[in-house]
């Protein structure tokens, strides 16, 4: 699963990049609050995921890993979508807005406690 972290953390990496250059060319950084969110919890914790998974494969190969990813995949651009249509004063938007980023939270409780079970016990060393 490691692998798939690090690629989809890749994603997100040139997707924040860009976001970063088109904000920097229009001289607008309405959208600072998603470039943000979207290099932390996309980039950044994604591939960091995904690298300890991949150091520590009983973690990355745990269903809890599986679980983890599909619910941060699907919930991450859900947030982000609306947290563009907040900043651009949409706010019809807001209960969506909730659900993602507490599916986002969600996703980073199963990580702490996948992390907890399974990196640092002898059988999940390497």
């Known amino acids: 699963m490691g692998i798939a ?15 970063g ?4 060319m ?4 309405t959208l600072t609050g998603v470039h943000v969110h979207i290099n932390l919890l996309g980039w950044a914790s994604f591939a960091l995921a995904g690298v300890i998974y991949w150091l520590f494969p009983k973690a990355g190969n745990h269903l809890l890993s599986k679980i983890q990813f599909w619910v941060h995949t699907i919930s991450l651009p ?7 249509l907040l900043l651009k004063g949409n706010d019809q938007v807001e209960v969506f807005m909730g659900v993602g980023s507490t599916l986002v939270v969600v996703s980073v409780i199963i990580f702490a406690i996948n992390v907890f079970l399974n990196v640092g016990t002898k059988a999940g060393s390497r």
Request: glycine share 6%; proline share 0%.
């Open 21 to 24: 250059v088109y904000m920097s």
């Open 26 to 29: 229009a001289h607008d950084y």
């Open 78 to 84: 859900v947030m982000m979508i609306c947290l563009t």
């Open 5 to 19: 972290y690090i690629k989809v953390a890749l994603v997100y990496f040139v997707i924040g990049v860009g976001l």
